[in-house]
Structures are given as C-alpha cells and as structure tokens.
C-alpha cells in the first residue's frame, strides 16, 4: 500500500460570505504527481495556497506526513520548510543577488551552515544551467531564468513535497519549456512528490499520475491521468478538454 503524503478531508473555503471551494477530500501519495485541471476561476490556486498555509480555510482537516495540521502561522511556518511552493509570479527579492536569494531560506530559517546551504545552491544551479548567474540581481534576468531561480529557490530547503502554481503562465512561449522540463526531471529523476496547477495540456498529460478536475470550487472527478486524456468520466471535462488546443 503506497504511503499517504497528503490527505485533505472535506476542506471548505469562505471568502467572507462567498463559498470557494466545496468539501475538497482527496490525498496523495509519496512519490505521486498530481495535476489540478479546470477553467479559470475554479479554485485550482485557491486550493493549492490553501494546502500551504497561505489562504485560511474554514472547516475540514490537511493531514500531512500522517499529523493533522493545526492551522497556525507558527505551525505553517514549520510545514513550509517541507513543503515547497513557486508561485506564477517569481517573487524574488530584487535586492539581493540570485546567490543570495537562494542562501537566505537554508541559512535563516533551517539555520544550515552557509558554506554547506552554498554548496548545495551551486550545485541547483548547474542543474538549471544558470551557475554563471549567481552574482546576477533578478533584474538582469529573463523570465524563464526567474522561474528556474524560484524553483531552485524551493528545492534548496530540501522539500519533501513541491506545489507549483501556474509557474508557466506570465512566461514568453519561447521560454515555458525549459521551465517544465525542470519540473518533469524533478517528477522523473528525483521521484518528487507534487501537486501542479497548469495551463499547459500537453505538459500535463505527459507528467500526471493522476488528474483533479475542478469547476465552481468543486472536484469534479478524480482521476488516473491516462483515463482524464481519454476517456474523462464527466461530460463537463470533456468540454474543457475539447476548448483546449492541444
């Protein structure tokens, strides 16, 4: 029986009287990749935020590595170092240099020594091809280049989870690819366990075990990813799939 990462029980979520997300139940399992799939403004970021910490919910339970969260700002804040986020926009700190972005979750919150947190920031660099650029600032960058720092960023406090939330959709075409490559090497090499909110159909096919679908706050269907790209078990899904160029 594959080992349950994740396990989010009847979560509700309220944007004062508005309702959200309706009695999301579903879990993952350690080494699974997840996608979350649906039009725009179904609550795919809303869901993901949530199982950081970054948006409160209202009602239900997130189990992560089989403890129940109690959903505090100190709690979360020891949650996030297992559990890596890179969000659509880079939110890099344009101040310091990329060397000095990467240093600063390791060395301040994991109190890791900085030769050893450099190390190993150098060695997340070569994997993205960007070690030339760590005495850059992020304004000497590129977006696609951006991305690749915020995931490196993530990987470096050693995550036993990723959460990548439409990391491709403010990226020039040109540079989406190099971005999901790194991902998909992360699903296939490194056998990380994420949950991904995309855009991107073709990408999601190729790196999805399993597949949310979600319209109205609502998980529509659940299912293995091969199926969703067939043979989707929901009228609603296969419209969605069909007003996709892919």
Known sequence: ???????????EKYYQKRHVLYDINFSVDKGEVVTLLGPSGSGKSTLIRCLNGLEPYQNGTITFEEETVTPTEKNWQQIRQKIGMVFQSYDLFPNLT???????????????SKDAARAEAVKLLKRVGLEDYADSYPRMLSGGQKQRIAIVRALALHPDFMLF????????????????NIIKDLANTDNMTMIVVTHEMNFAQEIADRVLFLENGKILEQTPSKQFFEKPQTDRAQEFLDSMDF
């Open 1 to 11: 029986m594959a080992d349950k990462i994740l396990q989010v029980a009847h979560l």
């Open 98 to 112: 990329v060397i000095d972005n990467i240093l600063l979750g390791p060395t301040k919150v994991q109190k890791q």
């Open 165 to 180: 939330d439409e990391v491709t959709a403010s990226l020039d075409p040109e540079m989406v690819r190099g971005v999901l």
